[in-house]
């Protein structure tokens, strides 16, 4: 085995310096290499921001007074925490997370996944408890050149959209009517207990149903959670489905509230639905061999994109690592490795030649 002599010692430290020097060129050489689908990613995000912007402008048209404790970013899409339609508990956190514009760059990612293009139809079913999520959704669609077919249940768990006379399906509307987003519900439910207010008074079913009937929706209020599961089914299935999205904890899609623990956050090709007794809208399709999109648990959908939780202000779209990715320039690497390997080579040869001729000389 070669053993380097004494000799070497000064060319062993000026290798170490070469090779110092080489990694901090290798270093300093990193470049940001646009993710997959960035232009969609962009759009989508783009579209998201100027649609909560909207809905911003129109609030303070209107004279609401943001609460600048709940709701920082002063979007209008964070309500009240009790109202006549608050549903259910609420986390004000995840509902401050949803604000952000990139969420909509996560949703591009997971359609590219499912191989969706233009011209696909897919079902989606929101509720009002997280109405920036539900743009961000219809955002992604409209830059992919989706048909949708959109059902909403208008009840809202806490801090979600919660104002009576300001629901989700007005936010809808008002985003169409400006010609943000072209999708509007072809029909909408209570939401709440069994998917038809239940838990809620008189009063708030009420406003809920005027909500419905000022936007000109199909109201779906039959006897039952099964009865208003089989319409949704039937209105959802006057198109050829191509894949289903679930937004929030809406019953009627979920079936049974713990049903929503069942699946993680992101796109599911293939789901094990033996074992689930209740099967709402969602579950239903699974059935069916339909690619199903689950957005419950938020906070982990953003922690597995490295988004930031609740930030304030909201960033610009664009930030994050679901468009742009730090990599090493693999040509500047590769022309240091050979450089390194050429000079330990040279020093070797050397090192031996020397070692060769001092026992020839002995």
Same mark, same amino acid.
């Given at each position: 085995m070669y053993i380097p002599s004494a000799h070497s010692k000064l060319s062993v430290i000026m290798l170490l310096i070469i090779a110092l020097v080489l990694f901090l060129w290798v270093h300093n050489s990193r470049v940001w290499v646009e993710q997959k689908a960035y232009d969609k990613k962009m759009q989508a995000a783009e579209l998201t921001q100027h649609a909560i912007e909207t809905i911003r402008e129109y609030r303070m048209q209107q004279g609401y007074t943001f609460d600048e404790l709940n709701d920082p970013n002063k979007t209008g899409l964070i309500g009240e925490k009790y109202?006549?339609? #608050?549903?259910?508990?609420?986390?004000? #956190? /995840? =509902?401050? #997370? $949803?604000l952000n514009p990139n969420i909509a760059a996560i949703i591009v990612e997971l359609f590219e996944k499912a191989r969706l293009n233009k011209g696909n139809v897919i079902a989606v079913n929101v509720t009002g408890s997280m109405p920036a999520l539900n743009i961000a959704v219809l955002s /992604? /669609?409209?830059?992919?050149? *989706?048909? +949708?077919?959109? !059902?909403?249940?208008?009840g809202a768990s806490m801090f979600g959209a919660t104002d009576p006379y300001f629901t989700w399906l007005d936010m809808e509307t008002l985003l169409n009517e400006k010609g943000i987003l072209p999708y509007k519900s072809v029909a909408a439910s209570l939401g709440g207990g069994r998917d038809l207010g239940r838990g809620l008074s008189k009063a708030g079913r009420d406003l809920i149903i005027e909500s419905i009937e000022r936007n000109d929706v199909e109201l779906i209020q039959e006897k039952s959670l099964e009865k208003n599961i089989e319409r949704k089914m039937e209105i959802f299935e006057r198109g050829n489905i191509d894949l289903y999205v679930n937004v929030g904890g809406g019953l009627s899609s979920l079936g049974d509230a713990i049903n929503g623990r069942l699946l *993680?956050?992101?796109?599911?090709?293939?789901?094990? #639905?033996?074992? !689930?007794?209740? =099967?709402? $809208?969602?579950?239903?399709? /699974?059935?069916?061999?339909? &690619?199903?999109?689950? @957005? *419950?648990? +938020?906070? =982990? @959908?953003?922690?597995?994109?490295n988004l930031p939780i609740s930030p304030?202000? @909201? &960033?610009e779209p664009g930030t994050g690592q679901m468009f742009l990715e730090e990599r090493y320039n693999l040509t500047i690497a590769s022309v240091a490795l050979a450089i390194l390997v050429i000079l330990i080579g040279i020093v070797i040869f050397f090192d031996k030649s020397q070692q060769q001729f001092k026992e020839n000389i002995q």
């Open positions: 109202s006549l339609i #608050t549903t259910d508990r609420g986390d004000l #956190t /995840a =509902k401050l #997370t $949803t /992604a /669609a409209k830059v992919f050149g *989706l048909d +949708v077919v959109l !059902i909403s249940s208008v *993680l956050p992101g796109l599911h090709k293939h789901v094990i #639905t033996r074992n !689930i007794p209740k =099967k709402g $809208t969602m579950f239903l399709f /699974a059935e069916k061999g339909v &690619p199903v999109i689950h @957005l *419950l648990d +938020v906070r =982990k @959908l953003s922690e597995d994109y304030v202000p @909201l &960033p």
